[in-house]
């Protein structure tokens, strides 16, 4: 086992920056031990989920117990630090614990925020670089659906969201399932 994740550590190294970030270890199992489940704090959870990071891509399966390569930068949650997170290549919040960097939860969405919960810096990004205007069908208002056919704009650093203007007024979108999360007034 240990001759697999070396191999798998060396040719992650030696495939470039394109490639993976990094190895996940899988630290639980017959040879690593037992897992313990730990219960993520909903402050903590509700923090990662409300500000998303660029997507990491790592090489190996993502699950709770495994060790986050040195690598990869890990984001501190300012109101408990035993916590970290970053978000991983499906846009996914995982979060980490700051000591041994194991991981302690994968979300499993990345649920539709109130408005006053998205980050001021992105929603001053969407406003400072308007979009070309697109028409869409019917009323748009929170929880409404973009057609996938209609493009959306991505939001420099947060991967997690993207947005569109129509009429005049932008309109954030969540990247999981393209629901309207934020509606300029």
């Given at each position: 086992?240990?001759?697999?994740?070396l191999?798998?550590?060396a040719?992650?190294?030696?495939?470039?920056?394109?490639a993976?970030?990094?190895?996940?270890v899988?630290?639980?199992?017959?040879n690593?031990?037992p897992l313990?489940?730990?219960?993520?704090?909903?402050?903590?959870?509700e923090?990662v989920i409300?500000?998303?990071?660029p997507?990491?891509?790592?090489?190996g399966?993502?699950?709770?117990?495994?060790?986050?390569?040195?690598?990869?930068?890990?984001?501190?949650?300012?109101s408990?630090?035993?916590?970290?997170?970053?978000?991983d290549?499906?846009?996914?919040p995982?979060?980490?614990?700051?000591?041994?960097?194991?991981?302690?939860?994968?979300?499993t969405?990345?649920?539709?925020?109130?408005?006053?919960?998205?980050?001021?810096?992105?929603i001053?990004?969407v406003?400072?670089?308007?979009?070309d205007?697109?028409?869409?069908?019917?009323?748009?208002?929170?929880?409404?659906?973009?057609?996938v056919e209609?493009?959306?704009?991505?939001?420099?650093?947060?991967?997690?969201?993207s947005?569109?203007y129509?009429?005049?007024r932008?309109?954030?979108?969540?990247?999981?399932?393209?629901?309207?999360v934020?509606?300029?007034?």
């Open positions: 086992m240990r001759n697999v994740i191999a798998a550590a040719v992650a190294l030696l495939s470039g920056p394109a993976a970030q990094g190895v996940i899988d630290a639980g199992g017959p690593g031990g313990v489940a730990v219960e993520t704090p909903t402050t903590v959870r923090y409300g500000n998303p990071r997507a990491v891509v790592l090489e399966r993502l699950v709770e117990g495994a060790i986050v390569p040195e690598t990869v930068e890990l984001v501190p949650v300012p408990d630090p035993d916590y970290v997170y970053f978000y290549a499906d846009n996914r995982v979060i980490v614990r700051a000591s041994d960097r194991s991981v302690v939860a994968v979300e969405t990345t649920a539709a925020l109130p408005s006053g919960d998205l980050p001021d810096e992105l001053g990004y406003r400072d670089n308007r979009a205007d697109l028409v869409l069908e019917g009323r748009i208002e929170n929880g409404y659906v973009v057609p209609a493009r959306l704009t991505p939001i420099a650093g947060y991967d997690g969201y947005y569109f129509s009429e005049g932008p309109y954030v979108v969540s990247n999981v399932d393209r629901r309207v934020y509606i300029a007034r």
